[in-house]
C-alpha cells in the first residue's frame, strides 16, 4: 500500500492477484471512496508508489513490471511501462527525481528514468542476488538486501557502485550471517 504525498489518496496492490485499487478523499476527515481498480498485472503486485507530486502511482509485480498511472484519469501509461527481465522484488522513488530503483529476480539493482521509461544504471553483486531496496533521502545512497546471503549492502548510486565495509574491504557493509540475526 502506497499513501499520496497530500494524504487524499491511497493506493493497494493484489486485490487479488494482479489487481489495484486506488482510493481517494475530497478532504482531510473525508470518507474514503474508490476511484478505480484495474487488473493490469498478471501476477502478484509486490511494492507500490505514488510520486512526490501526487499525479503519478506505480505498481511493481512479479510478472517482470513496474506500470505507471496517470492518478486522475486511472490510466495506465503504457509507453512508460519499466520492463525487466523477471520478476520485480523491491521499489524505491529517489527523493527530488523523476527517478526509481528495482530489484527483480535477476539479482540486479536498476536506476530507472521515469520520463523515458529507460535504464540510467545497472548495478549488481556478483553473484549475489539483491532482492530488496531502501533509499536515502539526501545523499544518493542505496541500501539493499539479500534474504540468502543475509547481507546489507551500502550503494553510492552517483558512481553507480557498492560502497564496501570501510574496515573489511571486500565484504557487505552488515554481514547478518556472522551477526547471527534476521535481514
Known sequence: MARQPAARAVQAGSIPVGRCQFWARTSENGPWTKRFQRHNHSRRIVPTAFLPDGRKALTASLDNTVAQWDVETGEELTKEVLKHPGGVTSLALMPGAMQALT?????????????????????TAGDNALQHVAVSRDDGRALTTNAVDRFVRLWDLGQGREIPHPERPGTAMLDFSILGGLV
Open 103 to 123: 530489484t527483480c529476480d535477476d539479482g540486479r539493482l536498476r536506476l530507472w528514468d521515469l520520463g523515458n521509461a529507460a535504464v540510467v544504471s545497472e548495478m
